[in-house]
């Protein structure tokens, strides 16, 4: 019974996790989409130029489609 337990919580917390990732996908993809507008929106040069070095940083590609 204790392994079934033990199973158990380790289900529970690989869907915890499983929740955490998710949430840090949407932030990632929320900021990724927040960089690459800024950096081929915006005509301040200065926040383009911070803009495209942080989606370098990343290796974001902020002309291609993003992927769901």
Do not use: H, N
């Amino acid at each position: 019974m204790s392994d079934l337990r033990d199973i158990a919580t380790l289900c529970k917390e690989i869907d915890c996790l499983t929740a955490q990732v998710d949430a840090l996908r949407i932030e990632r993809d929320y900021a990724r989409r927040e960089v690459c507008w800024i950096f081929t929106e915006r005509s301040d040069e200065p926040t383009r130029i911070k803009a495209q070095s942080v989606a370098t940083d990343r290796g974001w590609d902020c002309f291609k489609e993003e992927q769901p």
